[in-house]
């Protein structure tokens, strides 16, 4: 039995004891492969017990994918919650069954010629719109995700949402094939996009390229390969997690002496220190321990909600 994603062979008669390490690597995804056989991987690669992802990327797509471990899950939600941008390219004369250029061509149709700038186009899909997400993805109908349906020859249509395109840029390349960068919303499905950007110019079209160049404030030139990760030692692999708290830097700070402290691990409510504005905080200890999120509400009361466990096993740099 091999390791997942080129790694060496493993001996199935040892059983590895897996490591408490909290932290964040910075992944860049090669095309093919789910982003949980990623997830897996580095996971083994680094021996940790508790992995999570911040974001799904299909098969095709490659780039940017945010891993946390350890305590650094408890925080994966502000990447899912935050904008993320993305470049590829639109195939146009042919829609596929999933929308992308793994699926099976379901639709032909001729390419008329383009328009003498994108820009009008760019516009008309740049702010709050509505997408219908596609058959094949993982959103859930009665505890399935809507892929199975679709696989078994039963699709099972979505209800359209909201999301929020924040930038779109559009350049042709040929006279069939588009490429663009857009930032978006989390929720946004860029297949759909791509499809709707295609009936916008009178034809159809799929998603050909994908990929993710930054996520919550991460950008993809600070990721590593698997296949390098694979090359280095485990000191230097511990070297690339950055800590829990690099999730939440676009968050406010504050730090407590040690008497509020002891009240925030104990998850008591605290007076906020003059001038803290409502919403979410990140606090520290004496020291600058990272101690966890907390939230600042009108009354000027701190609610701890989400600590971090004390003697944690974090190998990951100090935040600055």
Known sequence: MTDVVGGAPADPGVRRRRRDIDGVLLVDKPRGGSSNTILQHVRYLLNASKAGHGGTLDPLATGLLVVCFG????????LLE????????????????????????????????????????????????????????ALKHQGKPLYEYARA??????????ITIHALSIVPIGHDRLGFEVTCSSGTYVRSLA???????????????????????????????????????MTEREARLLPPDALLRDVPAWDVDAATTASIRQGRV??????LA??????????????????????????????LATGGGQVGRKAG
């Not at 799929?206 to 280095?232: C, D, K, Y």
């Open 71 to 78: 305590e650094a899950t408890k925080f994966s939600a502000q």
């Open 153 to 162: 020859g039963t699709p099972v249509s979505a209800k359209p949402r909201s």
């Open 278 to 307: 409502a919403g979410r905080v990140r606090l520290y200890g004496p020291s600058r321990t990272f101690l966890g999120l907390g939230e600042v509400d009108d009354a000027g009361q701190v609610q701890p909600v989400r600590l």
């Open 195 to 233: 499809e709707d950007l295609s009936v916008a110019l009178g034809t159809v079209g799929h998603l050909a390229t994908l990929r993710r160049t930054a996520s919550g404030g991460f950008r993809v030139e600070e990721a590593i390969s698997p296949e390098a990760l694979e090359r280095f030692s």
């Open 82 to 137: 935050g904008g993320k941008t993305y470049t590829g390219e639109i195939q146009l004369g042919t829609r596929t069954d999933t929308g992308d250029a793994e699926g099976a061509v379901i639709e032909s149709a001729v390419v008329p010629p383009f328009p003498s700038e994108f820009d009008p186009l760019a516009r008309r899909f740049t702010g709050e719109i509505t997408q219908q997400p596609p058959n094949y993805s």
């Open 270 to 275: 605290v007076p906020a220190a003059p001038g």
